[in-house]
């Protein structure tokens, strides 16, 4: 490596990336631009960093100075080569061009447009113009279409990569994307609506493992597949949500409690693929005719877990009011609803930390006593607080909104946070 690892960032450099041809004795496919940041790239300074502090071998992604008189790519307007050395012959431009791709030269050379501007500059002029940059190639492990396919991919398209395109991108390529989500996203879906995907992708890494054995390959890699695979899961934890509907249409998310990570989707059968969730978010139904299911996933976990679960009743209270023949009826069946699965097992068990309840037109009491362990959350709206109304002793978070509070009602100790709105 030729290049001073710790300037890489402070210098103003253009960048020819250098693509990985599965055929020998074949020009060189690349692409030039002002910075790794428009190509995604932008993780390969930290982990090169990571890799030289721990005095390991980096086997892909080589950095070296660009020749720029000689451009032996063939990458470089003639007006570029001019300015790199001043001794350089001036070649006619129609002369000097014939033969070169130029579908690959994607940045503009005028220096109004240059991207990347760095503190310090490696090239020994203090004012850089009309191309005087210092251009480096980083060999990249992957060929060009799987490259552009993959930065190009978007959280909302429907893109889908081959077994071979996964495991070499999955190999050679995740570690150094800056923005992973839309290629995580990707793989938690194949993963989820193919089940033998995972084995597929296994065949493949032994056959390749036993090509680099007879072989030594430079597109080989050092880290075991099977680990790069559950990198990548672990990393899905931090941007992708896994969403389910059951067979009635009644919804769940698990994940995280945000609404602005990616979704993944899957059966309810599915929901725990990847990982037991410590966060669902569901419809009141949804817990009602599924909440035996979610107990088997949950049953052996102990205390210390941290599940927390959003729950939102409303659907519950409308579709009640929809084919209730009158309030008073409507009223009854939504508390009996409400008061039966408040009972069930899920929510005793010692791994469920914190219930947050969304209730709807409640206006019987509601009995919490199954839950006194748990940290409740409690949001009340279009709700009547009669005589008969209690608070539970272990709720951490009151809120009413749009209801009626016709009584006392006695706050328990444990609250921390009460917000009263009115319709």
Same mark, same amino acid.
């Given at each position: 490596?030729?290049?001073?690892?710790?300037?890489?960032?402070?210098? /103003?450099?253009?960048?020819?990336?250098?693509?990985?041809?599965?055929?020998?004795?074949?020009?060189?496919?690349?692409?030039?631009?002002?910075?790794?940041?428009?190509?995604?790239? /932008?993780?390969?300074?930290?982990?090169?960093?990571?890799?030289?502090?721990?005095?390991?071998?980096?086997?892909? =992604?080589?950095?070296?100075?660009?020749?720029?008189?000689?451009?032996?790519?063939?990458?470089?307007?003639?007006?570029?080569?001019?300015?790199?050395?001043?001794?350089?012959?001036?070649?006619?431009?129609?002369?000097? /061009?014939?033969?070169?791709?130029?579908?690959?030269?994607?940045?503009?050379?005028?220096?109004?447009?240059?991207? &990347?501007? &760095?503190?310090?500059?490696?090239?020994?002029?203090?004012?850089?113009?009309?191309?005087? @940059?210092?251009?480096?190639?980083?060999?990249?492990?992957?060929?060009?279409?799987?490259?552009?396919?993959?930065?190009?991919?978007?959280?909302?398209?429907?893109?889908?990569?081959?077994?071979?395109?996964?495991?070499?991108?999955?190999?050679?390529?995740?570690?150094?994307?800056? &923005?992973?989500?839309?290629?995580?996203?990707?793989?938690?879906?194949?993963?989820?609506?193919?089940?033998?995907?995972?084995?597929?992708?296994?065949?493949?890494?032994?056959?390749?493992?036993?090509?680099?054995?007879?072989?030594?390959?430079?597109?080989?890699?050092?880290?075991?597949? !099977?680990?790069?695979?559950?990198?990548?899961?672990?990393? /899905?934890?931090?941007?992708?949500?896994?969403?389910?509907?059951?067979?009635?249409?009644?919804?769940?998310?698990?994940? !995280?409690?945000?609404?602005?990570?990616?979704?993944?989707?899957?059966?309810?059968?599915?929901?725990?693929? =990847?990982?037991?969730?410590?966060?669902?978010?569901?419809?009141?139904? #949804?817990?009602? %005719? &599924?909440?035996?299911?979610?107990?088997?996933? @949950?049953?052996?976990?102990?205390?210390?877990?941290?599940?927390?679960?959003?729950?939102? #009743?409303?659907?519950? =209270? @409308? !579709?009640?009011?929809?084919?209730?023949?009158?309030?008073?009826?409507?009223?009854?069946?939504?508390?009996?609803?409400?008061?039966?699965?408040?009972?069930?097992?899920?929510?005793?068990?010692?791994?469920?930390?914190?219930?947050?309840?969304?209730?709807?037109?409640?206006?019987?009491?509601?009995?919490?006593?199954?839950?006194?362990?748990?940290?409740?959350?409690?949001?009340?709206?279009? %709700?009547?607080?009669?005589?008969?109304?209690?608070?539970?002793?272990?709720?951490?978070?009151?809120?009413?909104?749009?209801?009626?509070?016709?009584?006392?009602?006695?706050?328990?100790?444990?609250?921390?946070?009460?917000?009263?709105?009115?319709?």
């Amino acid at each position: 490596m030729n290049c001073h690892l710790p300037h890489i960032s402070n210098i /103003m450099t253009k960048w020819i990336l250098c693509f990985y041809s599965e055929r020998e004795n074949t020009p060189t496919d690349t692409i030039l631009c002002d910075s790794l940041e428009d190509m995604n790239l /932008m993780n390969v300074f930290t982990h090169l960093s990571e890799d030289i502090i721990k005095n390991k071998t980096l086997s892909v =992604f080589k950095i070296e100075d660009y020749d720029t008189v000689n451009d032996p790519l063939k990458v470089l307007r003639p007006k570029i080569k001019e300015h790199s050395n001043s001794n350089t012959n001036i070649r006619d431009e129609d002369e000097s /061009m014939e033969g070169i791709d130029t579908t690959d030269m994607e940045c503009s050379y005028d220096n109004s447009v240059v991207k &990347n501007r &760095n503190e310090d500059v490696s090239v020994k002029r203090d004012d850089p113009k009309d191309g005087e @940059y210092k251009y480096r190639t980083i060999q990249i492990p992957v060929t060009k279409p799987l490259f552009m396919k993959v930065v190009n991919l978007k959280t909302d398209s429907n893109v889908k990569l081959s077994d071979d395109e996964l495991y070499i991108t999955i190999c050679h390529l995740l570690t150094f994307l800056h &923005n992973k989500t839309p290629l995580l996203q990707t793989l938690a879906q194949q993963l989820l609506d193919d089940s033998e995907l995972s084995s597929r992708l296994s065949v493949i890494d032994k056959e390749q493992t036993e090509k680099n054995r007879e072989t030594e390959t430079k597109h080989s890699t050092n880290t075991p597949f !099977r680990q790069e695979l559950e990198n990548a899961i672990c990393e /899905m934890l931090d941007c992708i949500d896994i969403s389910t509907t059951d067979k009635f249409g009644n919804a769940a998310i698990a994940g !995280r409690d945000s609404d602005s990570r990616s979704l993944a989707y899957a059966d309810i059968y599915s929901l725990c693929y =990847f990982f037991l969730p410590r966060y669902i978010r569901m419809d009141g139904y #949804f817990l009602i %005719c &599924n909440h035996e299911l979610l107990c088997k996933y @949950y049953e052996n976990i102990s205390s210390g877990f941290g599940l927390t679960l959003d729950i939102d #009743f409303s659907d519950v =209270f @409308y !579709r009640i009011e929809k084919n209730s023949t009158s309030e008073k009826d409507s009223t009854k069946k939504v508390a009996e609803q409400l008061n039966k699965v408040l009972k069930c097992e899920f929510l005793a068990l010692d791994c469920l930390e914190v219930c947050i309840f969304r209730l709807t037109g409640v206006q019987n009491h509601l009995s919490f006593k199954d839950m006194s362990t748990k940290q409740l959350h409690i949001y009340y709206k279009e %709700c009547i607080f009669s005589e008969r109304s209690q608070l539970p002793l272990n709720l951490k978070v009151l809120s009413i909104s749009e209801s009626k509070i016709n009584c006392n009602l006695t706050l328990p100790d444990t609250l921390e946070t009460i917000i009263l709105e009115k319709a």
